[in-house]
């Protein structure tokens, strides 16, 4: 999967871009707060249908506009696909796959894929379960488009559950009883369809992982990630009548895959509390790397690799063996300084502030 071409119009601090990408490995160069990253998060919105730095849609749309548009030509062995997004900064966005609008973001996935690395990565092991439960799904959701409903299903259920819950202030009547019943039935379903889909991932992600991981640290640390949940010998259906006394008095849901983890550690030690920082970041490297050479066997095409000022994280070590892991596919890589030599580009561009990109 490759980009031939970019625009971009309104988005972030880029007045107006339009951008030629090589198939091969480009070197995107360009002072600190020039809208880098800004290029990578276009590109990749393009693949979710969301920022991977997390940010809301008025968020991405440069001040002073009402909307943001973002266009790419997009090669998929051979089709050409052509993708567009006009981003509402107070309604809803307007998405169109070769000129015939979707109404549902799922219609969008799917026909472009990238494996995001930026800096911010080290939260994937240092930060709270949330972190780790977003990379998981966004990875299902790269694996299969199906995987999106499901995601979807499971938050509107807990939102309508915990909706009812609030609304009850305690107190179990027949009436909030009998409503807790469908909602907890429904969120059965759905949730154990959703943490099956996450252990299967997991289960064929780790070995990948532990290779890439003996890899960077030069077989000095073994990696594992697994699933955790305190509700699946039970059942979620018999988890949720157990708690439900306590999610009445609390107003929320307790328990589900929305509270779920992975558990990550090197040699037998929690990564996120044991690792060193640079221990760490490896972990995240080869958690990204694994789950973008899962994509490609399962998916048969290799995503867009996105590499965000991810050489300035890295000691020189580190740095070089990520050189010799970075898959064959489309490559942009973002730097403000230099970068290890061992690192060969088929193009550099230079980044022109606001009004483009130039060679």
């Known amino acids: 999967m490759t980009i031939s071409r970019l625009w971009l119009i309104d988005y972030r601090n880029h007045r107006e871009v339009d951008l030629s990408l090589e198939p091969g490995v480009t070197l995107l160069m360009g002072p600190n707060g020039w809208g880098k990253t800004n290029l990578l998060e276009a590109m990749a919105w393009l693949s979710r249908g969301s920022s991977f730095r997390g940010a809301p849609t008025e968020a991405l749309v440069r001040q002073g506009a009402e909307r943001a548009v973002v266009r790419a030509e997009v090669d998929d062995g051979g089709r050409v696909v052509l993708l567009e997004a006009e981003l509402s900064s107070t309604g809803r966005n307007r998405i169109q ?3 015939q609008r979707v109404t549902r973001l799922r219609d969008l996935l ?5 494996t995001v690395f930026s ?5 994937l092991v ?9 990379w998981l799904d966004d990875l299902l959701v790269d694996l299969h488009p199906r995987n999106h409903g499901l995601r979807v ?3 509107r259920v807990l939102r309508q559950r915990n909706a009812l819950l609030k609304q009850a202030r305690g107190r179990l009547t027949p009436d909030v009883a009998a409503t807790l019943e469908v909602w907890d039935a429904k969120l059965a379903k759905a949730g154990e369809a959703l943490a099956a889909a996450r252990t299967e991932a997991l289960v064929a992600l780790e070995p990948l992982a532990a290779v890439v991981s003996d890899r960077l640290t030069s077989g000095r640390s073994t990696l594992t990630a697994t699933p955790v949940a305190d509700w699946t010998a039970e059942g979620l259906a018999a988890a949720l009548h157990r708690v439900r006394d306590d999610d009445l008095r609390r107003g929320m849901t307790t328990v589900g895959p929305q509270r779920d983890d992975v558990k990550l550690t090197l040699d037998g030690m929690p990564a996120r509390t044991h690792a060193s920082q640079g221990e760490q970041r490896s972990v995240a490297l080869a958690l990204r790397l694994a789950g973008h050479r899962l994509v490609a066997e399962r998916t048969g095409t290799s995503p867009m690799v996105l590499l965000d000022d991810v050489f300035s994280e890295l000691d ?6 990520l050189v010799s892991l970075v898959p064959d596919a489309q490559v942009v890589v973002t730097a403000a300084a230099a970068v290890p030599d061992s690192v060969r580009f088929d193009a550099v561009m230079d980044l022109v502030v606001g009004s483009g990109v130039g060679g």
């Open 316 to 321: 020189r070590e580190r740095a070089e063996a």
């Open 126 to 134: 240092k930060g709270s379960p949330g972190e780790r439960r977003t």
């Open 97 to 99: 796959v070769n000129r």
């Open 153 to 155: 299903e499971v938050d």
């Open 110 to 114: 799917g026909h472009f894929r990238t």
């Open 119 to 123: 800096p911010d990565d080290l939260t």
